[in-house]
């Protein structure tokens, strides 16, 4: 049978190929073990000598000691408890202003601009000032990753809740239902991938926070380690300090990744290609 087009060719779509399972963590890992392995010959063969940077075993050493005498453990609790509650009142923040600025004109209207106004301010210029309005106790340190982790929430937050269907909340409110049910059931359910994106944005802004700070005269958590290493000049120590800063972004990702997949189960997990 010929066609009136003989030019034409079939289509073949380029569909992804499955990928075996365990290939997705090996490749996830070898970054991490490419730069260790890079790190170890450099010490190795000289090019990092200690006063620099000290070797994978001696800051592997340093870890060991500092978690068998505590002085780890404490102080990875006090910066989480630190990182968490600044994270808990900035989430809250951001998404009770994002709701209201999104949801309401009149919002929008008083509280829009000035929050931008906020939001352009880099948080570690507030550090000074945070110093003289709150001393430099815990309150300083915690108010700081709050303000930090307000804004990511806030704007994924207000422009969420402005996507959300128009016709759709004009049928629910002709079905009778009140605003904050309407809140709780209509809105933040359809902008559940914007909080979910601010979320992760302001989970991994918590870890920056936490390192500016620690750095308000801390007498404890993991900044406390790295001033008495820094006065000492224990690179092994500082190494362990920042290693364990990574981690904490690295485990508040994972974090964020996982809400979303337990929250949004139908989103693909990998990339297009």
Request: hydrophobic share 50%; with cysteine; proline share 6%.
């Given at each position: 049978?010929?066609?009136?087009?003989?030019?034409?060719?079939?289509?073949?779509?380029?569909?992804?190929?499955?990928?075996?399972?365990?290939?997705?963590?090996?490749?996830?890992?070898?970054?991490?073990?490419?730069?260790?392995?890079?790190?170890?010959?450099?010490?190795?063969?000289g090019?990092?000598?200690?006063?620099v940077?000290?070797?994978?075993?001696?800051?592997?050493?340093?870890?060991?000691?500092?978690?068998?005498?505590?002085q780890?453990?404490?102080?990875?609790?006090?910066?989480?408890?630190?990182?968490?509650?600044?994270?808990?009142?900035?989430?809250?923040?951001?998404?009770?202003?994002?709701?209201?600025?999104?949801?309401?004109?009149?919002?929008?209207e008083?509280l829009?601009?000035?929050?931008?106004?906020?939001?352009?301010?880099?948080?570690?210029?507030?550090?000074?000032?945070?110093?003289?309005?709150?001393?430099?106790?815990?309150?300083?340190r915690?108010?700081?990753?709050?303000?930090?982790?307000?804004?990511?929430?806030?704007?994924?937050?207000?422009g969420?809740?402005?996507?959300?269907?128009?016709?759709?909340?004009?049928?629910?409110?002709?079905f009778?239902?009140?605003?904050?049910?309407?809140?709780?059931?209509?809105?933040?359910?359809?902008?559940?991938?914007?909080?979910?994106?601010?979320?992760?944005?302001?989970?991994?802004?918590?870890?920056?926070?936490?390192?500016?700070?620690?750095?308000?005269?801390?007498?404890?958590?993991?900044?406390?380690?790295?001033?008495?290493?820094?006065?000492?000049?224990?690179?092994?120590?500082?190494?362990?300090?920042?290693?364990?800063?990574?981690?904490?972004?690295?485990?508040?990702?994972?974090?964020?990744?996982?809400?979303e997949?337990?929250?949004?189960?139908?989103?693909?997990?990998?990339?297009?290609?």
């Amino acid at each position: 049978m010929t066609t009136a087009y003989p030019d034409l060719v079939v289509p073949r779509p380029d569909l992804p190929r499955p990928r075996r399972r365990g290939v997705t963590p090996v490749l996830r890992t070898a970054g991490p073990l490419a730069l260790l392995a890079g790190w170890w010959v450099a010490s190795a063969t000289g090019v990092l000598t200690p006063d620099v940077l000290a070797s994978p075993a001696t800051v592997a050493k340093a870890a060991g000691e500092l978690w068998s005498d505590g002085q780890l453990t404490d102080a990875l609790g006090v910066s989480l408890t630190r990182a968490v509650l600044g994270l808990l009142f900035g989430l809250t923040a951001g998404l009770v202003l994002g709701v209201v600025t999104g949801f309401s004109r009149l919002g929008e209207e008083l509280l829009d601009s000035p929050l931008q106004l906020l939001r352009a301010l880099p948080f570690l210029s507030l550090v000074p000032l945070f110093m003289v309005w709150f001393g430099i106790g815990e309150t300083a340190r915690v108010i700081l990753i709050a303000v930090a982790t307000t804004f990511p929430m806030y704007v994924s937050t207000a422009g969420g809740v402005r996507t959300v269907d128009r016709r759709l909340l004009e049928a629910m409110r002709s079905f009778g239902l009140g605003r904050w049910r309407l809140v709780a059931e209509v809105v933040l359910p359809g902008a559940l991938p914007s909080l979910l994106a601010g979320f992760r944005l302001s989970m991994t802004l918590s870890v920056i926070a936490l390192i500016a700070a620690e750095e308000i005269n801390s007498t404890s958590g993991i900044g406390y380690l790295m001033t008495q290493a820094q006065s000492f000049s224990r690179t092994d120590i500082l190494s362990v300090c920042v290693l364990i800063y990574g981690l904490l972004g690295l485990a508040a990702d994972l974090v964020a990744r996982g809400a979303e997949r337990v929250l949004m189960p139908w989103r693909p997990r990998g990339a297009a290609r």
